[in-house]
């Protein structure tokens, strides 16, 4: 009877477990039911928009109305499906139906498992929605990309009459009534707009508003000075953390204060609406940008430069490089300022075509003048010839400061003035006045990435106090603490130059990388192009980190020598292997082919490339097994020397006469190697000594080991031995064996033990038989 009473709890407990869990999922559906409800009118209306020619603008607006709906599907999709999972375990908890010939189950359970099914059946069509609508709204994002790349190219690569063609300037003549006429339509809707809708005493206020603000900034200001605004620097900083602050004061200081004085300005006139609706994008949009633009090249290159005060440059330059750099960047700064100012100038009294190419060739010209005087004004001229010198001695080489950047340049202004006589005037400003913004932002990386070195030297640093202060705080050693340092300083290096170079290509970084579409010709070069771009940057940005992985990071590890380049080495092949992989990918060539090819090719080639094959497995072995590391003392094949570094496919040997002998690698894995510090650096140096037959054979043995214990490279545990060898004809045969520290001076012990025998052996009266046979080379110790 209780049996049977406790089986009915059991089953209705059950049930009402089943009841809850079928309600919670019923809810769990209803967010995600109302997700792609929700997502698809919107998506439809999305794609129809899709349907017509957009603006960049435009197609910017569309896909901020379509992240919303991507978020809210991902949202709905990690809420419904752990419950999907939850409700397939428990149908499987439930087991599968009875088969037809075996007994019945309970209605119970039979109930359980038909309302379970039922469950997961309904929740997995909510997730396949979902799913179906996750995919469409990623299919839309990614026509939008394409768009907006297929529209920069043609903004960017249309091309439009030329400057140096006939028929730009009879154009530019036609287009000047249109651009005056539009000039003084602005002028007359501002003067109406002021008249109608501000009026004259709304004039008035915001005069003496503005000269009540203009007092307030000057008295602000001289506070400021007195403060330390504008305070030079002291002549030496008293560290490089103080440097760098000292320098990021000043460029924060040049660079605020000018924009906060046009936005004071364009605040006040704002606020007495002041400005023409219609001319919203020359006043204020414009102004500040052009104001930030100039104050932000000044106070970024004065602070990185610091033209006059040579202690605080973050970048190494001789001074008069520097200020070269500085002023020729205050001029392009003006240049792109003005461009700014017009081009919004243009759009508002809606030029001609002309007008726009016009402004856009000037400025282009002017930044490639001003690159051309300083690329010629910073040439390092020969000095005079002085009378009486010698004509044919060399000269030394002049050091020029960033050489490499030299050519690039030139190269660059080449391709503006190239672009400007075919008529790409776009193209031409584009590059103009990106070359510059990539000077800039480089100066503001450079005191960036000196911020952070400065300030993990500081507070990771073993040595320093703040760094063994935060040490014993967390409780680990100095060193482990510089090691995490120097790991987290890579880290913030890598974000630091991944935002500058995104930052260097602007905001459409897809656009301009990935979105060229220029006909077929056009697309397979550039992307030839592209992927060569991407192989040299790879390998560049790989030595780098491999550099700094080798010289930084594993030297605080503890690790022996040979570890390290076993490390590096293999870090380095496999950041190879991805560097090649990446390029392949930008080619579009999938890698399973490239495999599948390989496979195929490897059979005939196979025969031909068995020896580089078998050096470069047997290089693996050697970087991970460690036989031989760098820094042992080997001998193979009668050379006998350093190993100084293993690679792949060879291992290079330095030999005691300073010569290199590059050996493969199967020579080392299936030949005969001695390796005399393979397990440690000890080594056994073996002395013969024959004295005479009327010699105290104590007291031979005495000296022996007085001299063997005196010497400083000589290992006590274990003992140096004296042994008596045999009975010559010509004296007793004598042996000192001792052990060394290091294998490497075994010659140094054998001359050092050799010079204090025969000293001793003369003071003691002892009498040195002649000689038994040349002196043996040292053997490992053990």
């Given amino acids: 009877m209780r049996s049977r009473l406790l089986d009915r709890f059991a089953r209705a407990l059950a049930c009402v477990l089943v009841a809850m869990c079928l309600a919670g999922t019923a809810m769990a559906q209803a967010p995600a039911r109302d997700a792609a409800e929700t997502a698809k009118p919107e998506l439809d209306q999305i794609e129809a928009m899709l349907e017509r020619r957009l603006t960049s603008d435009e197609l910017t607006a569309v896909r901020r109305r379509l992240d919303p709906v991507r978020d809210q599907l991902a949202a709905a999709l990690a809420e419904v499906e752990p419950r999907l999972a939850e409700a397939r375990d428990r149908l499987s908890q439930l087991g599968a139906a009875p088969a037809a010939n075996a007994p019945p189950e309970a209605p119970e359970a039979k109930q359980q498992r038909e309302e379970q099914t039922k469950a997961v059946a309904e929740i997995d069509v909510r997730v396949r929605g979902l799913k179906v609508q996750q995919v469409r709204a990623d299919q839309v994002a990614a026509r939008i990309v394409e768009r907006r790349r297929q529209l920069f190219t043609a903004q960017l690569f249309q091309r439009s009459t030329s400057v140096v063609d006939p028929r730009f300037w009879s154009e530019l003549s036609a287009a000047i009534p249109r651009v005056l006429r539009g000039t003084r339509f602005l002028a007359s809707d501002w003067w109406d707009h002021l008249a109608r809708n501000v009026g004259a005493a709304r004039l008035a206020v915001a005069g003496i508003v503005s000269l009540a603000a203009m007092a307030g900034l000057i008295v602000l200001y001289r506070i400021l000075r007195r403060h330390g605004l504008y305070a030079p620097p002291a002549d030496t900083p008293p560290s490089r953390l103080s440097m760098v602050l000292s320098d990021i004061r000043v460029a924060a200081e040049r660079s605020l204060v000018l924009p906060a004085l046009v936005g004071v300005g364009l605040g006040i006139a704002a606020n007495f609406e002041l400005i023409l609706p219609r001319g919203q994008t020359l006043i204020p949009q414009a102004i500040i940008t052009a104001a930030v633009v100039i104050a932000f090249t000044r106070g970024v290159l004065q602070g990185a430069l610091a033209p006059g005060v040579p202690a605080y440059r973050l970048i190494a330059l001789p001074d008069a490089f520097a200020e070269a750099v500085y002023h020729a960047m205050r001029q392009i700064a003006w240049i792109i300022a003005i461009y700014i100012l017009l081009m919004s100038f243009a759009q508002v009294i809606i030029a001609p075509v002309a007008a726009t190419v016009l402004i856009a060739s000037l400025t282009a010209l002017a930044i490639a003048t001003v690159g051309v005087n300083f690329l010629r004004g910073t040439t390092e001229r020969d000095e005079p010839e002085v009378e009486g010198e010698d004509k044919s001695a060399p000269k030394p080489a002049a050091s020029q400061p960033w050489a490499w950047t030299r050519p690039a340049l030139w190269l660059a202004i080449a391709v503006i003035i190239g672009a400007l006589f075919a008529g790409y005037t776009a193209l031409a400003a584009f590059i103009a006045t990106h070359v510059a913004g990539a000077v800039v932002i480089f100066a503001g990386t450079v005191m960036v990435l000196v911020l952070l070195d400065a300030l993990i030297a500081e507070w990771f640093g073993a040595t320093t106090v703040r760094g063994r202060s935060v040490a014993a705080s967390i409780g680990i050693k100095p060193d482990r603490l510089d090691l995490l340092g120097t790991l987290l300083g890579g880290i913030l290096h890598v974000a630091v130059i991944v935002g500058s170079v995104l930052a260097a290509f602007g905001a459409t970084i897809d656009d301009a990388v990935l979105g060229f579409r220029l006909g077929d010709a056009q697309a397979l070069a550039l992307t030839v192009a592209i992927a060569g771009c991407v192989l040299a940057i790879g390998f560049l940005l790989l030595r780098a980190v491999q550099r700094w992985i080798r010289d930084k990071v594993l030297p605080r590890t503890g690790m022996d020598a040979g570890l390290q380049n076993s490390v590096s080495t293999i870090f380095n092949y496999a950041g190879v292997a991805l560097v090649i992989a990446i390029a392949l990918r930008q080619l579009g060539l999938d890698l399973s082919n490239i495999a599948i090819v390989a496979g195929a090719l490897s059979v005939g080639i196979g025969f031909g490339l068995q020896s580089i094959v078998s050096n470069f497995v047997s290089g693996l072995i050697l970087l991970a097994e460690r036989p031989i590391r760098v820094g042992d003392s080997i001998v193979v094949k009668g050379e006998e020397g350093y190993v100084r570094k293993i690679s792949v496919r060879s291992t290079e040997i330095e030999t005691f006469e300073r010569a290199t002998v590059i050996l493969p690698n199967a020579d080392l894995i299936s030949g005969v190697v001695k390796n005399w510090t393979h397990s440690n650096t000890m080594g056994r140096v073996a002395i013969p000594v024959r004295v005479a037959y009327d010699s105290d054979p104590e007291l031979v043995r005495e000296e022996l080991m007085k001299a063997a214990c005196e010497n400083r490279l000589v290992i006590q545990e274990p003992p140096p031995r ?46 040195i038989a002649p000689p038994i046979q040349p002196p043996q080379n040292a053997t490992p110790a053990g």
Wanted: with cysteine; charged share 25%; proline share 0%.
């Fill in 722 to 767: 004296v042994f008596l060898m045999r009975f010559a004809d010509l004296g007793l045969d004598f042996e000192l064996r001792c052990i060394v520290k290091n294998v490497d001076y075994s010659l140094t012990v054998r001359s050092e033990l050799q010079l204090a025998i025969l000293s001793r052996f003369r003071a003691k009266g002892i009498i």
